[in-house]
C-alpha cells in the first residue's frame, strides 16, 4: 500500500508499447526523508514520470538522470544529499534535511519490462509476495538491479537463485513491515538486497450506501483501495452515485456473508443508520477475521450491539464510533476521520499528532 504501486503500473499500462522505461528505486536513506527505501518511480523516454521518491523536488533532475540510462542501458547509482540547511540544494530550490540513495536501472519492454508484467498479473489476482532488488553485489551473476519478485501460484519473474536463501518475515501482511535488507553469499561473492513486501491495496466493504457512504467511498478511490457497497434499497445501491471503480451491489442485509467472500476484505464500516441492519451485518464481518471493523453511531449503541449478538468469543475490536477524534460532524469530514483511522489501524499505529502541543 505505502509503495503506491496502483499509480505505477497505471503508468506502466499506458507505455505497454514503448520499447523501454526507467526505473529508478530508493535503495537507502539517511536523516529525514520524504519518502523510505523501497519508494520508486517509473520514468519513459519521452520523459514524462509517475511516482515520488521525494516531495516532488527531485523527479525532474532524476528523469534528466534517466537520458542516460535509456542510452547506454547501465544501471546507476545517484546520491542526494538534502542536509544544506537553508541554502538552496544544486539550484533544485530544496532545503531539507537527509540524503537519499537511489539506482536508476532500465525495463526492457520485450523482457516484460522487468518485474512490472509480472507484478501487475499478481495485482489483478491480489496476490502478496515478494520484491528483491540487488543494490550492490561483489558477484558478477548477480549484478546491481537484478531482480526476483515471487508472489505464489505461479506468479514470478526474475532470477529464481536469488531468494532461495531469504528468510521472510512471519507475517507478510503486517503493513508495518515497509522493507528489510540481507546480504546474502553467493558462490561469485556477496549480494546486498533490498526486500520489498508486495501487498495489494486494501478492499473496504461499506454496509450501508446512504448520502454519507459516498464520500467514504470517494476517499477510499483516492487512495487507490478496493471499495465494495452494499444495501438493500435499490434507491441507494446505484452504481452512478459512487466512482465509476467501486462494486455496487443491491442484496439485503442478512445475504452478505452468502454474496461476497468476506475473507478477502480488509476493513468494513457499517453505516446503515439501522438498528437491525447493522445487527445483521455485524454478525457476519464480526467472525470473518477483518483487521478493521467500524460502526457509525454512540458507543452506547456498539455495546448493545455487540451485547446483541453474544459478543463474548470475539476477538476483533469493533470501532464504535468510527473514525479519529478531529471534531467531524459533516459527512466529507466524518468520512477523512473513517479513512483516517482505517489507514492507521491497517498500517499499525494509533492515529495521533505527530507534533503533540509543547514538544
Known sequence: MHLGLS???KFYREH???QALVLGTVTATEGSTYRKPGAMM???????????ISGGCLEADLALHAEQVFEDGQTR??????SAGDELVWSLGLGCDGIIHLMLQRLEGSQGFGFLETLDQAWQQRCDGVLGLVISSSDKDFPQGTFRLDCGAGTAAGDPNLLKDVQRPSEMHDMSKRYWRENISTEGGSTRLLLLPIIPPPSLLICGAGIDAVPVARLAVEMGWYCTIVDHRSGFARADRFPS??????????????NLDLDHIDAVVMMSHNLAHDRQYLSQVVRAGISYVGLLGPRAR???LLDEIDSDTLSVHVHGPAGLDIGAEMPESIALAIISEIHASLNRRHGGELTPAGT
Do not use: K, T
Request: charged content about 20%; some cysteine.
Open 7 to 9: 499509480v505505477l503500473l
Open 16 to 18: 505497454s508499447a514503448d
Open 42 to 52: 517509473l520514468i519513459a523516454a519521452d520523459g514524462s514520470h509517475c511516482g515520488l
Open 77 to 82: 547509482e545517484m546520491n542526494y544529499d538534502l
Open 245 to 258: 471503480a467501486c462494486n455496487v451491489c443491491l442484496m439485503q442485509p442478512a445475504e452478505l456473508a452468502g
Open 302 to 304: 456498539r455495546d448493545r
